[in-house]
């Protein structure tokens, strides 16, 4: 965060009993507290304008201008993020203890899994570190230190029954540049990953990145810094999307005590949308950016109503957990298992955490197919048009999922009973 290294060491000396400063420099300082303010406000306009003023004062004094030109350079980088910023509704937001941020992502069986590091692994850890795994159960991904102490990316496949060795995600750290990374999660296409770093080109912090895999050269696309209202100079990660049920988190500090973050939920766009700088002056849009109220972006309140029943369905399914004897799998005529301990075959008792958590799944669907199919019959043409495409895409996963647990229930009944 270049700009407030800058700013803080001027204006921090006004504060200091031990520094004399003279009238000029008393002057300075409250030009750049002033700047100071705008940026916090993101009205680079204002700061731009302070500085321009600035740059030419110490130019005609034949003072140096290298400090003001340089957190000038960073005024027009920010604004030049604020002109990109999206449009995003924004549902839900709740602040929580910082190591309690996982409880506020209630993603769905079909969206993989997030977990903390230390109980993943059963390993110290005292950053923080998340391992996402995939849907299937046979692909996570992490955040650990190298060799080098560097914080990076990992991931591991599930190759027969057994792991791979653990192997570091290349191409994502730029050449010569040391990251910080962390907090990953990718989309159910296997390709798309998001994740948090901390490096040169961001607004402060951690910043949200997105990159793509590409199978022909078998390696990561060039990430990009998916921008505001998603970024900014706190820091901003863990940004997951849950795309069967169309919401979507992400946890940011901005704003925050220390140890408290707050999580936002949000409703993905389809494709990115910008606001327009025409419709919309860049006082607004940064109110937009720093997501200052999220009933701001209100602008289609069935929308958002139908986006926070759905949410609430969620969370509610997510507190419940499997109790003993709340399931029971019918191995034969003779014997009924109700518990994990009862399964005897380590492979069949794997096989069973997956068919819990995809049953658990179905009813989620279930219920969310159900909401669909109502609001289809009430909404209006264009609505229609927007809710086909999501009920045939739930209808096509509700038989898919049927057709996987009929299937992994036989698994499960020939590897057990070939134990005995």
Request: proline fraction near 4%; hydrophobic fraction near 35%; charge should be negative.
């Amino acid at each position: 965060m270049k700009k407030y290294l800058i700013l803080s060491s001027i204006i921090a000396m006004t504060g200091c009993p031990s520094v004399q400063l003279s009238a000029q420099q008393k002057k300075d300082a409250d030009l750049y507290a002033e700047v100071k303010a705008a940026m916090d406000e993101y009205d680079f306009d204002t700061a731009t304008d302070l500085l321009e003023k600035e740059i030419a004062r110490l130019q005609k004094r034949r003072k140096p201008t290298e400090e003001a030109e340089q957190l000038l350079t960073e005024v027009q980088r920010y604004a030049g993020k604020l002109e990109a910023t999206e449009r995003v509704v924004f549902v839900d937001s709740v602040v929580v203890d910082k190591d309690k941020l996982l409880s506020q992502y209630p993603l769905s069986g079909e969206s993989g899994s997030l977990y903390a590091y230390s109980t993943y692994f059963q390993k110290p850890d005292t950053v923080g570190c998340v391992v996402f795994k995939n849907q299937l159960g046979n692909h996570v991904i992490f955040a650990q230190p190298d060799k080098e102490g560097r914080q990076m990316l990992w991931q591991q496949e599930m190759v027969g029954t057994d792991w791979t060795s653990p192997a570091r995600i290349s191409g994502l750290d730029e050449e010569g540049e040391t990251l910080t990374m962390g907090y990953p999660y990718m989309l159910s296409d296997g390709t798309t990953l998001y994740y948090a770093a901390v490096g040169e080109d961001g607004l402060g912090g951690y910043d949200i990145y997105m990159t793509r895999y590409d199978v022909d050269s078998q390696s990561f696309l060039t990430p990009e810094n998916i921008g505001m209202p998603f970024n900014s100079p706190a820091n901003d990660y863990m940004y997951a999307v849950d795309e069967y049920n169309n919401l979507g988190w992400f946890a940011t500090d901005r704003n925050q005590p220390e140890g408290k973050v707050c999580v936002y939920t949000f409703i993905p766009n389809p494709t990115r949308r910008l606001y327009s700088m025409e419709e919309m002056d860049s006082r607004e849009i940064g109110r937009r950016a720093r997501i200052t109220s999220i009933r701001d972006t209100w602008t289609e309140p069935q929308v958002v109503k139908q986006a926070q029943s759905v949410l609430a369905s969620l969370s509610s399914t997510n507190k419940q957990t499997v109790r003993k004897g709340d399931f029971e799998f019918v191995l034969s005529d003779a014997r009924t298992c109700v518990l994990e301990a009862d399964f005897k075959n380590p492979e069949a008792r794997q096989q069973l955490k997956w068919w819990l958590e995809n049953r658990q799944s179905l009813t989620q669907t279930e219920s969310r197919l159900s909401a669909l199919r109502d609001e289809y019959a009430a909404a209006d043409a264009d609505r229609k048009n927007q809710l086909a495409p999501q009920i045939r895409l739930l209808e096509g996963k509700l038989v898919q999922t049927l057709a996987d647990l009929h299937t992994t229930e036989k698994n499960i009944r020939r590897l057990e009973l070939g134990q005995e």
